[in-house]
């Protein structure tokens, strides 16, 4: 993006622009030339927080995000930047004491308003961020981000109704809205006559959509085409989808399986057992698999006890282990991994009294430095049919996350090295430390699998745990719609619609997998 610098205040706004049509470089180049000219503009070195924290930069989104504060100490998305620095950095507690200061900067201004309600939902504090996103949708309703936001902060605490409105509301300002499209697809099964297929795939046909929400409107129209049992119109959209996502991947999903396997060879049974038992002051929960396999329909189960408490997906493990092998290259102080885990993962007002839940996903990655770091704590490791794992796992986005997710081969390889995992796992963790549950076995019994899962937490039977459709508490997963619904066995098998054109992925799959599991 060539554009002409015209003064500090245009040269932001076209900055702005920059960034809000994904071109990273341009955003950058423009900021540096901003910077030479005025070092002192804070706006500049906040957008150069945003693009560093896209990158993956967390040292220089740091460093960006002091300079805006130090610039603009009461400028609340100054502040609210630094916070999501924080938290990215695994630094929960600490990123919730900067966006509440953040918070307290308040006052009228829309994008201000939802900056700070954006950082509360990733906080999962997600009735403080619909009250400031409906503040910011209240004060300029024109806005489809604004409108966007709020529909995602009711997904989340249940209130579909008014997600769908919002999501209307967006793409009656913005048609081609990509993320409200997809977003609206998922807040309820579409019927014959109360459907988005047309309008979709009109948009479609008209051309004008970027490639980011183009990718958004195909796996929306896979969702929907599924609904309607429309199953090779499905797949055709879900991969131009996953073929458009898959060109734009910055990552080698090989790197992922590399990691895998070096985990293996590194955490062996020996090393477990030699390695000194750590911080035994706590048995928090970890819930984890692969995305899209039942993690969450577990996770709500065991939350809906009365001694159990979710602090939904943290990353916090996986960031106090990074933060330990950065300060002692040479070896791992697990005590300290444990403690400042602990300090992090409850740092969101956990009651006192009970135990909570991590559903983290990649802490299945983790599994034996998690025993060894908190050796009262249990791991459930959820598994699913590997068709339909696969299937739920290609028709899904996830917006950043699991690289491996939009190609058949890459998926079936991926989806290879985690069952070498699983089963690592399994050979070597204490069968009271570590639990593998099927999501199909929830589904054909629920109360059998309910009563096995409580008794491996040593907890008492609550009836309660039947019901966790009908909790209140807010769902930040993929899965947030249908966790409000009694469990169902309509997605058992599903895979099976699209047998055919999902051979390569099957037929991958069937080199380590004995056939009778495939069927």
């Known amino acids: 993006m060539d554009v002409k610098l015209q003064g500090s205040v245009a040269s932001i706004d076209a900055a702005r622009g920059a960034f809000a049509a994904g071109d990273l470089a341009g955003t950058e180049r423009m900021c540096a030339q901003i910077l030479g000219q005025n070092s002192n503009e804070w706006r500049a070195w906040a957008l150069l927080t945003e693009t560093a924290l896209l990158r993956g930069r967390q040292d220089a989104a740091s460093v960006s995000a002091d300079r805006a504060v130090a610039l603009a100490p009461t400028n609340p998305i100054a502040l609210v930047l630094r916070a999501k620095c924080l938290f990215v950095a695994g630094e929960t507690r600490q990123a919730c004491a900067a966006t509440e200061v953040a918070a307290e900067h308040l006052g009228k201004e829309p994008d201000a308003l939802d900056a700070v309600g954006a950082m509360f939902g990733l906080l999962g504090l997600q009735q403080r961020a619909r009250e400031l996103f409906r503040r910011a949708v209240a004060a300029r309703p024109d806005v489809p981000q604004y409108l966007f936001n709020l529909a995602a902060a009711e997904r989340m605490i249940g209130a579909l109704g008014d ?61 929907e085409c599924e609904d309607l049992d429309r199953w090779d119109r499905a797949f055709d959209h879900i991969e131009a989808g996953c073929d458009l996502q898959h060109r734009s991947l910055p990552r080698d999903p090989a790197d992922e399986i590399r990691e895998i396997d070096a985990i293996i060879r590194a955490h062996t049974r020996s090393w477990i057992e030699a390695a000194p038992r750590s911080f035994a002051a706590a048995a928090p929960v970890f819930v984890t698999g692969l995305p899209r396999t039942g993690t969450t329909l577990v996770e709500r189960i065991i939350a809906s006890h009365s001694a159990m408490h979710s602090v939904g997906e943290t990353s916090a493990f996986a960031a106090e282990m990074r933060r330990v092998m950065a300060e002692r290259p040479g070896g791992r102080d697990l005590e300290s991994i444990g403690r400042r885990y602990l300090d992090q993962a409850t740092a969101l007002r956990v009651p006192d009294n009970v135990r ?124 947030a719609v249908q966790v409000r619904r009694p469990i169902y066995p309509s997605s058992v098998g599903k895979w099976r619609h699209h047998a055919e054109r999902l051979k390569p992925l099957r037929e991958r799959l069937a080199r380590e997998i004995p056939e009778a599991e495939l069927a």
Not at 166 to 195: E, F
Not at 449 to 470: C, K, Q, T, Y
């Open 356 to 479: 909570f839940i991590d559903k983290t996903l990649e802490n299945y990655l983790y599994c034996g430095l998690i025993h060894v770091a908190l050796p009262l704590a249990k791991i459930i490791l959820v598994q699913r049919h590997p068709m339909d794992s696969c299937w739920a796992i290609y028709k899904a986005h996830f917006r950043g996350k699991f690289s491996f997710a939009y190609h058949q081969i890459e998926l079936a390889d991926y989806y290879l090295a985690y069952r070498r995992l699983s089963r690592h796992w399994r050979a070597v963790l204490p069968p009271d430390a570590l639990m593998e549950i099927n999501y199909e076995d929830i589904v054909r019994d629920q109360a059998a699998a309910s009563r096995n899962i409580i008794r491996f937490l040593g907890l008492p039977w609550e009836d309660g745990v039947m019901r966790f459709h009908e909790s209140p508490a807010p769902s930040s997963t993929a899965s």
């Open 163 to 223: 997600a769908e409105a919002h999501c209307d509301a967006a793409i009656a300002h913005d048609r081609n809205y990509g993320l409200a499209h997809y977003l609206r697809s998922d807040l309820r099964t579409q019927s014959p006559d109360r459907n988005h297929i047309d309008e979709m795939e009109t948009l479609l046909r008209e051309g004008r959509l970027s490639q980011p929400s183009e990718i958004m409107l195909r796996f929306a129209l896979g969702k």
